[in-house]
Protein backbone atom coordinates (compact mmCIF):
# COMPACT_ATOMS: atom_id res chain seq x y z
CA UNK A 1 0.00 0.00 0.00
CA UNK A 2 1.31 3.67 -1.02
CA UNK A 3 2.31 5.66 1.42
CA UNK A 4 2.13 9.12 1.43
CA UNK A 5 4.87 11.57 3.01
CA UNK A 6 3.67 14.38 4.22
CA UNK A 7 5.56 18.00 5.41
CA UNK A 8 6.15 18.01 9.09
CA UNK A 9 4.75 21.05 11.61
CA UNK A 10 7.69 22.05 13.16
CA UNK A 11 5.86 24.38 15.86
CA UNK A 12 2.35 25.39 16.00
CA UNK A 13 3.35 29.15 14.22
CA UNK A 14 5.04 26.92 11.08
CA UNK A 15 2.71 27.46 8.49
CA UNK A 16 4.96 26.11 5.51
CA UNK A 17 8.57 24.75 4.85
CA UNK A 18 11.83 25.08 2.23
CA UNK A 19 12.89 21.68 1.07
CA UNK A 20 16.86 22.47 0.70
CA UNK A 21 17.88 19.00 -1.02
CA UNK A 22 16.35 16.01 -2.20
CA UNK A 23 18.63 12.88 -0.75
CA UNK A 24 16.64 10.45 -3.29
CA UNK A 25 15.11 10.63 -6.67
CA UNK A 26 12.07 9.15 -8.03
CA UNK A 27 12.41 5.38 -8.61
CA UNK A 28 15.35 4.85 -5.71
CA UNK A 29 14.51 1.96 -3.18
CA UNK A 30 13.94 3.40 0.11
CA UNK A 31 14.12 1.96 3.68
CA UNK A 32 12.89 3.02 6.88
CA UNK A 33 15.19 5.53 8.02
CA UNK A 34 16.53 6.19 5.22
CA UNK A 35 17.41 10.52 4.54
CA UNK A 36 14.54 11.57 2.24
CA UNK A 37 15.23 15.14 1.98
CA UNK A 38 16.57 18.06 3.71
CA UNK A 39 13.91 21.28 4.52
CA UNK A 40 14.00 24.71 6.77
CA UNK A 41 11.90 27.06 8.80
CA UNK A 42 12.95 30.17 9.04
CA UNK A 43 14.80 29.70 11.98
CA UNK A 44 15.82 25.49 12.13
CA UNK A 45 16.38 23.01 9.41
CA UNK A 46 15.35 19.40 9.39
CA UNK A 47 15.66 16.26 7.75
CA UNK A 48 13.42 13.98 7.35
CA UNK A 49 13.54 10.14 7.11
CA UNK A 50 11.36 7.21 5.32
CA UNK A 51 8.98 5.37 7.72
CA UNK A 52 7.99 2.96 5.27
CA UNK A 53 10.08 0.65 2.98
CA UNK A 54 9.67 0.57 -0.55
CA UNK A 55 10.57 2.61 -3.66
CA UNK A 56 9.98 6.99 -3.94
CA UNK A 57 7.18 6.81 -6.77
CA UNK A 58 6.73 10.26 -7.10
CA UNK A 59 8.28 13.72 -5.90
CA UNK A 60 5.83 16.71 -5.83
CA UNK A 61 7.88 19.30 -4.84
CA UNK A 62 11.83 20.29 -6.00
CA UNK A 63 14.28 21.96 -4.05
CA UNK A 64 13.65 25.89 -3.12
CA UNK A 65 10.14 24.95 -3.16
CA UNK A 66 7.84 26.61 -0.16
CA UNK A 67 5.68 23.49 1.01
CA UNK A 68 2.85 24.32 3.14
CA UNK A 69 3.09 21.57 6.54
CA UNK A 70 1.10 18.47 5.74
CA UNK A 71 1.05 18.56 2.32
CA UNK A 72 2.11 15.77 0.81
CA UNK A 73 5.73 15.59 -0.08
CA UNK A 74 6.17 12.73 -1.74
CA UNK A 75 5.22 9.15 -2.27
CA UNK A 76 6.44 5.87 -1.50
CA UNK A 77 5.12 2.41 -2.39
CA UNK A 78 5.30 -0.63 -4.61
CA UNK A 79 6.01 -0.13 -8.05
CA UNK A 80 2.49 0.21 -10.46
CA UNK A 81 0.64 1.09 -7.45
CA UNK A 82 -2.30 4.08 -8.15
CA UNK A 83 -0.98 7.54 -6.09
CA UNK A 84 -3.90 9.61 -7.85
CA UNK A 85 -5.65 10.16 -4.06
CA UNK A 86 -2.09 11.70 -2.76
CA UNK A 87 -1.67 14.21 -6.08
CA UNK A 88 -1.07 17.71 -4.50
CA UNK A 89 -4.11 19.91 -4.01
CA UNK A 90 -1.87 22.66 -5.54
CA UNK A 91 -2.67 23.41 -9.34
CA UNK A 92 0.88 24.55 -10.54
CA UNK A 93 2.92 22.03 -8.93
CA UNK A 94 0.23 19.04 -10.14
CA UNK A 95 -0.41 20.06 -13.27
CA UNK A 96 2.73 19.28 -14.29
CA UNK A 97 2.93 16.45 -12.62
CA UNK A 98 -0.20 15.26 -13.94
CA UNK A 99 0.92 15.93 -17.79
CA UNK A 100 4.01 14.63 -17.51
CA UNK A 101 2.37 11.38 -16.84
CA UNK A 102 -0.68 11.58 -19.42
CA UNK A 103 2.23 12.63 -21.76
CA UNK A 104 4.47 8.92 -20.74
CA UNK A 105 1.08 7.07 -21.36
CA UNK A 106 0.23 8.56 -24.65
CA UNK A 107 3.92 8.33 -25.95
CA UNK A 108 6.56 6.23 -25.94
CA UNK A 109 9.78 6.91 -24.04
CA UNK A 110 11.96 7.28 -27.04
CA UNK A 111 9.77 10.59 -28.47
CA UNK A 112 10.02 11.74 -24.66
CA UNK A 113 13.93 11.75 -25.30
CA UNK A 114 13.44 13.28 -28.43
CA UNK A 115 11.17 16.04 -27.36
CA UNK A 116 13.40 16.89 -24.13
CA UNK A 117 16.47 17.18 -26.40
CA UNK A 118 15.76 20.69 -27.82
CA UNK A 119 13.53 23.51 -27.03
CA UNK A 120 9.90 23.46 -28.67
CA UNK A 121 8.07 26.33 -29.66
CA UNK A 122 4.48 26.69 -29.89
CA UNK A 123 4.25 28.64 -33.41
CA UNK A 124 6.95 31.97 -32.52
CA UNK A 125 6.59 31.24 -28.61
CA UNK A 126 8.93 28.77 -26.45
CA UNK A 127 7.33 26.28 -24.32
CA UNK A 128 7.93 27.56 -20.51
CA UNK A 129 6.87 27.94 -17.33
CA UNK A 130 5.87 31.26 -15.29
CA UNK A 131 7.98 30.09 -12.65
CA UNK A 132 10.47 29.32 -15.19
CA UNK A 133 10.32 32.60 -17.21
CA UNK A 134 10.44 34.35 -13.98
CA UNK A 135 13.62 32.59 -12.37
CA UNK A 136 15.39 33.50 -15.85
CA UNK A 137 14.54 36.95 -15.99
CA UNK A 138 15.16 37.61 -12.70
CA UNK A 139 19.03 35.59 -12.92
CA UNK A 140 19.99 37.01 -15.97
CA UNK A 141 19.90 33.66 -18.26
CA UNK A 142 19.14 32.86 -21.63
CA UNK A 143 16.73 30.48 -21.52
CA UNK A 144 17.02 29.66 -25.29
CA UNK A 145 20.14 27.54 -24.38
CA UNK A 146 17.92 25.22 -21.49
CA UNK A 147 17.50 21.80 -22.43
CA UNK A 148 13.78 21.18 -21.77
CA UNK A 149 13.42 18.20 -19.27
CA UNK A 150 8.61 18.88 -18.71
CA UNK A 151 6.03 17.40 -20.04
CA UNK A 152 5.38 18.48 -23.78
CA UNK A 153 9.29 19.86 -24.58
CA UNK A 154 8.31 22.29 -22.04
CA UNK A 155 11.39 24.46 -20.06
CA UNK A 156 10.55 24.07 -16.45
CA UNK A 157 12.13 25.75 -13.06
CA UNK A 158 14.60 22.76 -12.76
CA UNK A 159 16.29 23.35 -16.78
CA UNK A 160 17.28 27.29 -16.04
CA UNK A 161 18.91 26.06 -12.25
CA UNK A 162 21.07 23.79 -14.54
CA UNK A 163 21.29 26.73 -16.91
CA UNK A 164 22.50 29.06 -14.23
CA UNK A 165 25.10 26.46 -13.08
CA UNK A 166 26.74 26.32 -16.91
CA UNK A 167 24.71 28.52 -19.26
CA UNK A 168 25.10 32.24 -20.62
CA UNK A 169 24.19 34.96 -18.13
CA UNK A 170 23.33 38.47 -19.33
CA UNK A 171 23.39 41.91 -18.15
CA UNK A 172 20.03 43.51 -17.58
CA UNK A 173 21.34 46.69 -19.88
CA UNK A 174 21.99 43.88 -22.67
CA UNK A 175 18.96 41.54 -21.93
CA UNK A 176 16.61 43.04 -24.20
CA UNK A 177 18.61 43.25 -27.56
CA UNK A 178 20.28 40.16 -26.74
CA UNK A 179 16.98 38.45 -26.52
CA UNK A 180 16.59 39.63 -30.15
CA UNK A 181 19.63 38.00 -31.75
CA UNK A 182 19.15 34.42 -32.98
CA UNK A 183 20.35 32.49 -29.82
CA UNK A 184 23.84 31.76 -31.15
CA UNK A 185 26.26 32.10 -27.99
CA UNK A 186 28.03 35.37 -27.24
CA UNK A 187 31.20 35.11 -25.22
CA UNK A 188 30.72 37.47 -22.16
CA UNK A 189 33.15 39.87 -20.62
CA UNK A 190 30.93 41.25 -17.93
CA UNK A 191 31.36 40.14 -14.36
CA UNK A 192 30.92 36.56 -14.28
CA UNK A 193 30.73 36.11 -17.88
CA UNK A 194 27.35 38.07 -17.87
CA UNK A 195 27.00 39.04 -22.01
CA UNK A 196 27.32 42.87 -21.68
CA UNK A 197 26.05 45.61 -24.99
CA UNK A 198 29.67 45.97 -25.80
CA UNK A 199 29.78 42.08 -26.29
CA UNK A 200 26.64 42.66 -28.59
CA UNK A 201 28.11 45.06 -30.82
CA UNK A 202 31.53 43.61 -31.16
CA UNK A 203 29.40 40.00 -31.87
CA UNK A 204 27.48 42.35 -34.85
CA UNK A 205 30.85 43.35 -36.49
CA UNK A 206 30.15 47.22 -35.35
CA UNK A 207 33.46 47.71 -33.80
CA UNK A 208 35.53 45.98 -36.37
CA UNK A 209 36.91 49.02 -38.01
CA UNK A 210 40.50 48.74 -35.62
CA UNK A 211 41.58 45.80 -33.64
CA UNK A 212 39.34 45.02 -30.95
CA UNK A 213 41.26 45.67 -27.49
CA UNK A 214 39.82 43.94 -24.34
CA UNK A 215 38.02 46.51 -21.94
CA UNK A 216 40.21 46.86 -19.06
CA UNK A 217 36.84 46.65 -16.27
CA UNK A 218 36.45 43.39 -18.20
CA UNK A 219 39.36 41.83 -17.21
CA UNK A 220 39.14 43.03 -14.02
CA UNK A 221 35.87 41.28 -13.38
CA UNK A 222 37.19 38.19 -15.08
CA UNK A 223 40.05 37.88 -12.86
CA UNK A 224 37.86 38.21 -10.02
CA UNK A 225 37.75 35.07 -8.17
CA UNK A 226 34.82 34.05 -5.73
CA UNK A 227 32.18 31.69 -4.78
CA UNK A 228 28.61 32.21 -5.14
CA UNK A 229 26.50 30.83 -1.93
CA UNK A 230 22.46 31.08 -2.16
CA UNK A 231 21.29 32.24 1.14
CA UNK A 232 19.63 29.49 3.68
CA UNK A 233 16.14 30.45 4.95
CA UNK A 234 17.48 30.91 8.63
CA UNK A 235 20.55 33.49 7.26
CA UNK A 236 18.09 35.71 5.02
CA UNK A 237 15.92 35.74 8.70
CA UNK A 238 18.75 36.60 10.58
CA UNK A 239 19.66 39.60 8.06
CA UNK A 240 16.12 40.91 8.54
CA UNK A 241 15.91 40.68 11.56
CA UNK A 242 19.53 42.36 12.58
CA UNK A 243 18.57 44.76 9.87
CA UNK A 244 15.50 46.07 11.26
CA UNK A 245 16.70 45.60 15.26
CA UNK A 246 19.36 48.58 14.37
CA UNK A 247 16.68 50.47 12.22
CA UNK A 248 13.70 50.44 14.42
CA UNK A 249 15.14 51.01 18.06
CA UNK A 250 17.68 53.09 19.81
CA UNK A 251 20.43 50.78 20.97
CA UNK A 252 23.31 52.25 23.60
CA UNK A 253 25.77 49.73 24.86
CA UNK A 254 27.39 50.00 28.22
CA UNK A 255 30.34 47.92 29.65
CA UNK A 256 31.46 47.21 32.96
CA UNK A 257 33.53 43.93 34.73
CA UNK A 258 33.49 41.85 37.94
CA UNK A 259 36.38 39.86 39.88
CA UNK A 260 35.41 36.48 38.28
CA UNK A 261 37.63 34.84 41.79
CA UNK A 262 34.28 33.67 43.23
CA UNK A 263 33.15 31.97 40.41
CA UNK A 264 36.07 30.43 39.31
CA UNK A 265 36.46 28.98 43.01
CA UNK A 266 33.13 27.58 42.60
CA UNK A 267 33.21 26.65 39.42
CA UNK A 268 36.33 24.60 40.43
CA UNK A 269 34.68 22.91 43.42
CA UNK A 270 31.79 22.13 41.28
CA UNK A 271 33.87 19.98 38.95
CA UNK A 272 35.69 18.38 41.46
CA UNK A 273 32.38 17.34 43.43
CA UNK A 274 29.39 17.91 41.06
CA UNK A 275 29.51 14.28 39.50
CA UNK A 276 29.38 12.64 42.87
CA UNK A 277 26.74 14.91 44.06
CA UNK A 278 24.74 13.92 40.97
CA UNK A 279 25.17 17.59 39.46
CA UNK A 280 25.10 18.69 35.82
CA UNK A 281 28.72 20.09 34.41
CA UNK A 282 27.98 23.63 35.51
CA UNK A 283 30.21 26.27 32.99
CA UNK A 284 30.66 29.87 34.20
CA UNK A 285 28.10 30.91 30.92
CA UNK A 286 25.52 28.67 33.07
CA UNK A 287 26.90 30.92 36.82
CA UNK A 288 25.77 34.26 34.88
CA UNK A 289 22.62 32.94 33.35
CA UNK A 290 21.31 32.05 36.98
CA UNK A 291 22.51 35.42 38.33
CA UNK A 292 21.15 37.14 35.53
CA UNK A 293 17.84 35.39 36.12
CA UNK A 294 17.71 36.63 39.64
CA UNK A 295 18.80 40.02 39.10
CA UNK A 296 16.38 40.70 36.43
CA UNK A 297 13.73 40.63 38.69
CA UNK A 298 14.35 43.90 40.54
CA UNK A 299 14.76 45.52 37.18
CA UNK A 300 11.85 44.76 35.37
CA UNK A 301 12.22 47.26 32.36
CA UNK A 302 14.76 45.11 31.27
CA UNK A 303 13.01 42.13 31.34
CA UNK A 304 10.37 43.44 28.70
CA UNK A 305 8.86 44.01 25.52
CA UNK A 306 8.55 47.43 23.78
CA UNK A 307 5.93 47.51 21.67
CA UNK A 308 5.49 51.65 20.68
CA UNK A 309 3.19 52.47 22.45
CA UNK A 310 3.17 49.75 25.29
CA UNK A 311 5.48 48.44 26.90
CA UNK A 312 5.08 44.25 28.63
CA UNK A 313 6.79 43.66 31.75
CA UNK A 314 6.99 40.24 32.74
CA UNK A 315 6.86 38.54 35.96
CA UNK A 316 8.91 35.62 35.11
CA UNK A 317 12.25 35.70 32.98
CA UNK A 318 11.93 33.90 29.86
CA UNK A 319 16.06 34.22 28.89
CA UNK A 320 17.27 34.06 25.71
CA UNK A 321 20.78 31.70 25.27
CA UNK A 322 22.61 33.16 21.65
CA UNK A 323 23.65 29.59 20.27
CA UNK A 324 26.39 29.78 17.34
CA UNK A 325 25.63 26.78 14.80
CA UNK A 326 27.15 25.69 11.32
CA UNK A 327 23.03 27.10 10.28
CA UNK A 328 23.63 30.90 11.83
CA UNK A 329 22.87 32.21 14.99
CA UNK A 330 19.64 30.32 16.88
CA UNK A 331 18.45 31.72 20.26
CA UNK A 332 16.49 29.07 22.24
CA UNK A 333 14.66 29.84 25.30
CA UNK A 334 14.88 28.58 28.96
CA UNK A 335 11.30 29.52 30.04
CA UNK A 336 10.86 30.36 33.79
CA UNK A 337 14.26 30.60 34.43
CA UNK A 338 13.94 32.55 37.58
CA UNK A 339 12.16 29.45 39.20
CA UNK A 340 14.92 27.08 37.90
CA UNK A 341 17.90 25.87 39.95
CA UNK A 342 21.59 26.30 39.23
CA UNK A 343 21.54 22.76 38.56
CA UNK A 344 18.05 23.15 36.48
CA UNK A 345 19.20 25.86 34.17
CA UNK A 346 22.86 24.17 33.22
CA UNK A 347 20.99 20.90 31.76
CA UNK A 348 18.47 22.91 29.95
CA UNK A 349 20.79 25.60 28.42
CA UNK A 350 23.20 22.48 27.40
CA UNK A 351 20.14 20.19 26.10
CA UNK A 352 18.75 23.65 23.99
CA UNK A 353 22.39 24.35 22.48
CA UNK A 354 23.09 20.59 21.46
CA UNK A 355 18.93 20.20 19.67
CA UNK A 356 20.40 23.74 18.12
CA UNK A 357 23.75 22.34 16.39
CA UNK A 358 21.89 19.16 15.44
CA UNK A 359 18.79 21.10 13.94
CA UNK A 360 16.05 19.15 16.10
CA UNK A 361 14.97 22.39 17.58
CA UNK A 362 11.09 22.59 18.34
CA UNK A 363 10.20 26.46 16.96
CA UNK A 364 8.12 26.86 19.49
CA UNK A 365 11.36 27.48 21.79
CA UNK A 366 13.18 29.78 19.40
CA UNK A 367 10.40 32.65 20.81
CA UNK A 368 8.92 34.05 24.05
CA UNK A 369 11.91 35.58 25.33
CA UNK A 370 12.18 38.46 27.37
CA UNK A 371 16.05 38.78 27.82
CA UNK A 372 18.74 37.32 25.71
CA UNK A 373 22.59 36.63 26.82
CA UNK A 374 25.56 35.74 24.03
CA UNK A 375 28.61 35.14 25.14
CA UNK A 376 32.09 35.85 23.14
CA UNK A 377 34.10 34.60 25.76
CA UNK A 378 35.29 31.42 24.52
CA UNK A 379 36.83 33.22 21.13
CA UNK A 380 38.95 35.83 23.22
CA UNK A 381 36.45 38.55 22.35
CA UNK A 382 37.18 41.17 25.35
CA UNK A 383 34.24 43.63 24.49
CA UNK A 384 31.53 43.78 21.93
CA UNK A 385 28.00 45.41 21.21
CA UNK A 386 25.63 42.87 21.26
CA UNK A 387 22.60 43.56 19.03
CA UNK A 388 18.86 43.98 20.61
CA UNK A 389 16.37 40.71 19.97
CA UNK A 390 13.28 42.90 19.20
CA UNK A 391 10.68 43.12 21.11
CA UNK A 392 13.29 42.96 23.83
CA UNK A 393 14.66 45.50 25.58
CA UNK A 394 17.81 44.13 26.88
CA UNK A 395 21.22 41.82 26.02
CA UNK A 396 23.49 40.74 28.03
CA UNK A 397 27.17 40.22 25.80
CA UNK A 398 29.50 38.30 28.29
CA UNK A 399 33.30 38.31 27.36
CA UNK A 400 36.68 36.96 27.69
CA UNK A 401 38.47 36.39 31.29
CA UNK A 402 41.28 38.95 31.31
CA UNK A 403 44.12 39.24 33.39
CA UNK A 404 43.68 42.86 35.21
CA UNK A 405 45.17 44.62 38.60
CA UNK A 406 43.74 46.22 41.52
CA UNK A 407 45.17 47.52 44.76
CA UNK A 408 44.27 45.73 47.75
CA UNK A 409 45.65 46.77 51.13
CA UNK A 410 48.16 49.33 49.78
CA UNK A 411 49.33 46.39 47.42
CA UNK A 412 48.75 46.21 43.81
CA UNK A 413 47.54 42.98 42.94
CA UNK A 414 46.24 40.70 40.06
CA UNK A 415 42.97 39.67 39.47
CA UNK A 416 40.62 37.71 36.98
CA UNK A 417 37.96 40.06 35.23
CA UNK A 418 34.92 38.80 33.18
CA UNK A 419 33.36 41.77 30.52
CA UNK A 420 30.16 42.53 30.86
CA UNK A 421 28.15 44.72 27.60
CA UNK A 422 24.45 45.33 27.97
CA UNK A 423 22.66 46.99 25.16
CA UNK A 424 19.67 48.32 25.66
CA UNK A 425 17.15 50.06 23.86
CA UNK A 426 16.75 53.50 25.01
CA UNK A 427 13.38 54.15 24.44
CA UNK A 428 12.32 52.13 26.81
CA UNK A 429 15.16 52.06 29.42
CA UNK A 430 17.44 55.10 30.73
CA UNK A 431 21.16 54.98 31.09
CA UNK A 432 21.21 54.75 34.74
CA UNK A 433 18.57 52.12 35.15
CA UNK A 434 20.86 50.12 32.65
CA UNK A 435 23.99 51.17 34.67
CA UNK A 436 22.20 49.96 38.22
CA UNK A 437 21.27 46.46 36.63
CA UNK A 438 25.25 46.20 35.53
CA UNK A 439 25.98 46.97 39.07
CA UNK A 440 23.85 44.83 40.82
CA UNK A 441 24.74 41.94 38.57
CA UNK A 442 28.37 42.83 39.03
CA UNK A 443 27.95 42.19 43.14
CA UNK A 444 25.85 39.17 42.99
CA UNK A 445 28.70 37.17 40.88
CA UNK A 446 31.73 38.82 42.87
CA UNK A 447 29.60 37.50 46.44
CA UNK A 448 28.14 34.46 44.09
CA UNK A 449 28.24 31.72 47.09
CA UNK A 450 26.24 34.05 49.16
CA UNK A 451 23.93 35.01 46.49
CA UNK A 452 23.41 31.54 45.83
CA UNK A 453 22.47 30.84 49.46
CA UNK A 454 18.97 33.49 48.76
Known amino acids: MATPVIMPRQGQTVESCIITKWHKKKGDRVKVGDLLFSYETDKAAFDEEAKAEGTLLEIFFDEGDDVPVLATVCVIGQEGEDISEFMPKDASAAEDVMVEEQQSIAEGQGEMEIQSSAVVQEGNRIKISPRARNLAERVGVDYRQATPTGPNGRIIERDIRQLLERGQLVTPAAREQYMGTEGMPIGGTGIGGRVTTADLQSAKGEAHYEMP ?4 QGIKAKEADYEEIKLSNIRKVIAKTMHQSLANTAQL ?37 YAVSRTLLNHKALN ?63 KGGTFTVTNLGSLGVEAFTPILNPPQTGILGVNAIVQRVKEVDGKIVTYPSIGLSLTFDHRAVDGAPAARFLQELKANLENFSIFLAK
Open 213 to 216: QPSV
Open 304 to 366: AHFLDDKMLLFNHVHLGVAVDTERGLMVPTIYNADTKSLDEISREAKELVEACRKGSINPDYL
Open 253 to 289: TIHTSFDATEILAFRKKVKEYGERLGLANITLNDIIL
